[in-house]
């Protein structure tokens, strides 16, 4: 006779930051005799979180505010019930990545760039005019 039991409590919960998100990776421990049917991933504050695609032990919690401390948990469900939850993630605060801005000329940049093409093109027609060489 085989027993059969919920999940057993998922173990090494782990995040990591990013811009208003965070990959949440986990290790289950034990189906309990029944396979695993889903995980869940919960993050506190919120209780927002993401379900992993199985057979995949990850996946990444979205629309989380940057400069918000979170911690993330896993509950595993088998064909039984759900396991107890995980003990919490280290806490993950996600910030804002620089972004690479595109330069902009001011005003007097727009000026200035406008009076070297100007110059730019006296020298142009300077050198193809004819030189004369004559003396009065």
């Known amino acids: 006779m085989r027993l059969v039991g919920t999940a057993g409590v998922t173990t090494a ?7 208003g998100q965070a990959p949440v990776n986990f290790i289950p421990v034990s189906d309990g005799g029944s ?32 400069g918000t401390a979170y911690t993330f948990t896993v509950v595993s469900t088998n064909g039984v019930g759900a396991s107890p939850v995980s003990l919490a993630s280290a806490v993950v605060t996600p910030v804002a990545t620089a972004s ?18 100007v110059l730019q093109a006296l020298v142009v027609l300077r050198r193809k005019l004819p030189v004369v060489d004559s003396y009065v």
Do not use: E, H, R
């Not at 869940?40 to 199985?54: F, K, Q, R, S």
């Not at 200035?112 to 093409?117: D, R, T």
């Open 13 to 19: 919960v782990t995040a990591m930051m990013g811009s």
């Open 35 to 66: 396979a695993i049917t889903s995980y869940t991933v919960t993050v506190a504050p919120g209780g927002a979180g993401c379900t992993p695609t199985l057979p995949a032990t990850s996946c990444v919690v979205l629309g989380l505010s940057n």
């Open 100 to 117: 690479a801005s595109i330069p902009t000329l001011s005003a007097w940049g727009l000026v200035l760039m406008s009076g070297l093409l």
